[in-house]
C-alpha cells in the first residue's frame, strides 16, 4: 500500500501556516517558484503598512505590499 497525506490520521500531520509580507516587484519570483516547488492552495491580499523603512517624505508613509499565506501539511517524523 502506497502511503500518503491523504490516507494518514491525523495525529500523524502536521500543519503550518506560512505568512509571508513581500514588495509588489518579486510577487511574479514567488509564485514561479512556489509552483516548481509544487505548492498548491495560496491566498494573496493587498496590504499596507510602514515598518523600519518608512518613507516618511510621502504624504502617507504606509507602502502598499502583498501578503502570502499558505497552509504546508507534512507527515509527522
Given at each position: 500500500?502506497?502511503?500518503?497525506?491523504?490516507?494518514?490520521?491525523?495525529?500523524?500531520?502536521?500543519?503550518?501556516?506560512?505568512?509571508?509580507?513581500i514588495n509588489r516587484?518579486?510577487?511574479?519570483?514567488?509564485?514561479?517558484?512556489?509552483?516548481?516547488?509544487?505548492?498548491?492552495?495560496?491566498?494573496?491580499?493587498?496590504?499596507?503598512?510602514?515598518?523600519?523603512?518608512?518613507?516618511?517624505?510621502?504624504?502617507?508613509?504606509?507602502?502598499?505590499?502583498i501578503k502570502i499565506?499558505?497552509?504546508?501539511?507534512?507527515?509527522?517524523?
Amino acid at each position: 500500500m502506497h502511503v500518503t497525506k491523504e490516507n494518514r490520521p491525523a495525529s500523524q500531520l502536521e500543519l503550518k501556516k506560512i505568512t509571508a509580507i513581500i514588495n509588489r516587484s518579486v510577487l511574479g519570483e514567488v509564485e514561479q517558484r512556489l509552483t516548481e516547488l509544487k505548492i498548491r492552495g495560496l491566498s494573496e491580499s493587498d496590504v499596507t503598512g510602514c515598518g523600519e523603512y518608512s518613507n516618511f517624505f510621502r504624504a502617507d508613509i504606509k507602502a502598499p505590499h502583498i501578503k502570502i499565506e499558505l497552509i504546508h501539511c507534512a507527515v509527522k517524523s
